[in-house]
């Protein structure tokens, strides 16, 4: 069993994440971050693991 420790910034996104084993040697750590548009939406993250990056996720949002 792993435990999970999250961190999160002022707008309730996940910043990082760290796992544990049973004996709180850490297995390893995820930080994810943020680019935001105007309205203070994020329109890009980047995963982070491990020192490298190895996800980028993008969206548009439309406003009426």
Wanted: charge should be negative; glycine fraction near 4%.
């Amino acid at each position: 069993m792993d435990y999970v420790l999250s961190k999160y910034d002022e707008n309730n996104n996940e910043v990082e994440t760290q796992i544990f084993d049973l004996i709180k040697n850490e297995k390893s750590i995820t930080k994810i971050e943020y680019k935001y548009d105007k309205k203070g939406n994020w329109i890009k993250r980047t995963l982070i693991e491990n020192g490298i990056p190895n996800f980028i996720e993008e969206r548009e949002m439309e406003y009426y």
